[in-house]
């Protein structure tokens, strides 16, 4: 009997001492996915800063400008406003060159040579006339040095790579710990990742001030009597819900600051790609809007 009673201990202890170990493997293995998942959040992060500079980058290498559109009331306020110093109504250069005239005299093999020299001055007077687009040119160069402008807010930038990371990390799970994560968790989990950038995104749109650079292809939605409006639909519209408005960048330009290349371009239901520098002036919170009056597009 004591025997019996002997073994269903040892039985109980082994059983324990089994258990714990299998406690202890699972709470491991636990730690181990929830260290991974921490970093796989970490990595989920978007960089919407570097497609910004690249942004800036090309928007610094562009040449000379064709413009579409040109305000020459706003460059002319903003242009003694950034440029204090009086610019010169003329210029005035002299040239000055110094003429000789000599006598030789020949005695048998000496060749002596004299010489007598006046300097003649000409002067050179050049009107200095500051255009609108060279105004502007000078004013776009002084926002981009001092970094006023913004760039990128018309793109939704997040990393792809790191959900490719993600969907290789869960393979891991399977592979190394042998826990399997369903699909439709992990397209879920992505799926609310991505809405999380989408909304914090909206309220960066919602809170942009000052001066944006835009690159990139509006729609000419319409032409009033006395303005071209363009319209910009924003890719994170993609990851809002369906039954959730538009978020769309407008601008509405002037037709008396139209040129002939925008005249000719502009065609309502067209769709153009520009580069346009402008000024926020309002978010409609109700229709999603990021109102802008353009400067400047070519």
């Known amino acids: 009997m004591i025997e019996y009673i002997a073994a269903a201990v040892a039985g109980i202890a082994i059983g324990v001492s089994i258990g714990s170990w299998l406690i202890k493997r699972n709470v491991a293995r636990i ?13 989920l992060e978007p960089d919407r800063g570097s497609v910004a500079q690249k942004k800036k ?18 460059v002319k306020d903003l242009y003694p406003q950034v440029f204090q110093e009086l610019e010169p109504k003329r210029i005035e250069t002299r040239e000055s060159k110094e003429t000789k005239k000599g006598i030789a005299a020949k005695l048998r093999l000496i060749e002596p040579k004299y010489e007598s020299g006046r300097a003649e001055e000409k ?3 050049y009107d200095v006339e500051q255009t609108p687009p060279m ?15 913004t760039f990128g807010v018309e793109e939704f930038e997040f ?31 992505v799926s609310d990742k991505m809405r999380e950038f989408t909304l914090q995104r909206v309220k960066e749109l919602s809170g942009s001030t000052g001066y944006v650079a835009i690159q990139t292809e509006f729609s000419i ?8 409006i363009l319209s910009f639909v924003h890719p994170l519209n993609e990851y809002l819900p369906k039954e959730d408005k538009k978020v769309r960048i407008r601008a509405t330009c002037a037709k ?17 790609k520009i580069t346009c520098l402008g000024k926020v002036v309002s978010w409609d919170n109700e229709d999603k809007i990021l109102e802008i009056t353009p400067i400047a597009i070519y």
């Open 221 to 228: 939605i319409d032409i009033p009597d006395d303005a071209y």
């Open 256 to 272: 008396e600051c139209m040129t002939s290349s925008g005249v000719s371009t502009f065609k309502k239901d067209k769709s153009v």
């Open 57 to 74: 980058e090309v928007f610094q290498k562009m040449g000379p400008k064709t413009f579409y559109y040109l305000d020459e009331s706003q």
């Open 123 to 125: 002067t050179k007077i």
């Open 159 to 189: 990393d792809k790579s790191s959900i490719d990371e993600f969907k290789s990390m869960c393979e891991q799970m399977q592979s190394k710990f042998n826990f399997n994560i369903p699909k439709d968790l992990q397209a879920n989990f």
């Open 135 to 149: 105004m502007y040119n000078r004013v776009e160069q002084y926002l981009l040095e001092k970094d006023r402008m």
């Open 31 to 43: 730690e181990n996915i929830s260290a991974m998942v921490d970093e796989i959040r970490s990595k």
